[in-house]
C-alpha cells in the first residue's frame, strides 16, 4: 500500500510516516499543497491523507482536485477543524472520510485500512476504464469512442490501457517504457512517440475534444479538453 501525507506539521507528519511505515506501508509526505499536488501528478497512491490549513493550496481546494481528476481515489481529511460547517465543507470537496486532531493512530489506521480495501473491492467490479466518452473494457478488449468501436493493436491497446489507468497523470516516456515495454528507456529511440502518435490518430481524430495531451519536458497525459 502507497500512502501519500500532505501535512504541514513536521512532528506530526514524522509519526505518522513512523507509524504507518511500521506497519508495512509506503508513505510520502508533502508539506504543502503545491508538494502534494506536483506528487499526484506523478504517482498513484492507494490513499491521500490531507491536512486542510496547507500553505499555497488548503486541503478542501486539494481534494476538489483530486475528485476532478480521480473519482475513485480514496481521500481522507485530517485536521483541527472540528465544527459541523467545516466536516461538511470537507464531504462538499469530495472526502471520504474525515478525522479530527488530536487522534490516536490506532483509530487513522483504522479508517486507513477500511477506505483502501472498500477501494480495491470497488476496483475488482470497475471493468470499464472510461475518459468523457472512451471506454476501454477490461475483460472484452473492447474500445470505443462514442459508441464507435476503435481497433488498436495490442501494443496500442496496452499504452492505452496504462494511460487509463493513470488518467489526469503526466506520464514520462520513462514509466511509458518500463511499464508498457517492460524495458529501459532507450533515449535514442521514438518509439513511444510514435505509438502516442498512432493512438492520436485513432482516437482523437475527427473529435473536437482531444483526450491524449503533451507535456513538454515531461511526457504525455490522457484528459479530457
Known amino acids: ?29 508533502a508539506y504543502d499543497g503545491r508538494m502534494g499536488q506536483s506528487l499526484l501528478h506523478q504517482n498513484r497512491y492507494d490513499l491521500v491523507v490531507l491536512d486542510v490549513n496547507l500553505p499555497y493550496i488548503n486541503g ?60 480495491h473491492e470497488g476496483a475488482t467490479v470497475r471493468r470499464v476504464l472510461r475518459l468523457a466518452d472512451l471506454e476501454l473494457n477490461l475483460e472484452t478488449k473492447v474500445v470505443t469512442r462514442a459508441g464507435q468501436r476503435i481497433d488498436l493493436t495490442t501494443k496500442e491497446y496496452t499504452l492505452l490501457e ?19 515495454w517492460e524495458l529501459n528507456f532507450d533515449t535514442n529511440t521514438n518509439v513511444i512517440d510514435v505509438y502516442v502518435s498512432y493512438l ?3 482516437l482523437d481524430k ?14 504525455y497525459v490522457l484528459r479530457e479538453g
Open 60 to 119: 478542501f481546494e486539494l481534494c476538489r482536485q483530486i475528485r476532478q481528476q480521480d473519482p475513485h481515489q480514496p481521500v481522507l481529511l485530517l485536521t483541527a477543524l472540528d465544527s459541523l460547517d467545516d466536516k461538511v465543507a470537507g464531504f462538499e470537496a469530495g472526502t471520504d472520510d474525515y478525522l479530527v486532531k488530536p487522534f490516536e493512530f490506532k483509530e487513522l489506521l483504522l479508517r486507513a485500512r477500511v477506505l483502501t480495501r472498500r477501494h
Open 1 to 29: 500500500m502507497k500512502i501519500l501525507l500532505v501535512e504541514d506539521e513536521p512532528k506530526l507528519a514524522s509519526f505518522v510516516k513512523k507509524g504507518f511505515e511500521n506497519e508495512g506501508y509506503e508513505l510520502e509526505v
Open 200 to 202: 492520436r490518430k485513432k
Open 206 to 219: 475527427g473529435y473536437d475534444t482531444k483526450l491524449i495531451h503533451t507535456v513538454v519536458g515531461m511526457g
Open 162 to 180: 496504462y494511460l487509463l489507468l493513470n488518467r489526469g497523470r503526466v506520464i514520462s516516456r520513462v514509466d511509458i517504457a518500463e511499464k508498457v
